[in-house]
């Protein structure tokens, strides 16, 4: 997720616009913005159902602690590209 967040960066930063249509170019970048934030907001939910015991032993290891970062870090990623695209969609 991460790399399309990027190849979508690299992609708009060189070349201004995808489609020449600021309405479109918006429209994919919320679009993707939206996908990439899915799955890690997923995967959150799923956390808060988890009885409490679950989610000590889930919070006690740290690779799982590492889990729930990378999760976080998709999701700050997946909004900030929905951001792009609605100032896209709006510019």
Do not use: Q
């Not at 020449?20 to 990439?36: E, K, Q, S």
């Not at 956390?47 to 006690?60: E, G, I, P, T, V």
């Amino acid at each position: 997720m991460l790399l399309l967040a990027a190849l979508y960066a690299v992609l708009v930063n060189e070349l201004g616009s995808l489609t020449r249509n600021p309405r479109v170019d918006g429209t994919i970048g919320i679009g993707l913005g939206l996908f990439i934030f899915s799955y890690p907001a997923s995967a959150a939910v799923d956390l808060l159902y988890l009885d409490r015991l679950a989610f000590h032993r889930l919070a006690s290891a740290w690779a799982d602690l590492a889990w729930v970062g990378l999760n976080l870090l998709v999701m700050v990623v997946g909004c900030m590209v929905t951001i792009a695209g609605a100032t896209k969609f709006v510019g």
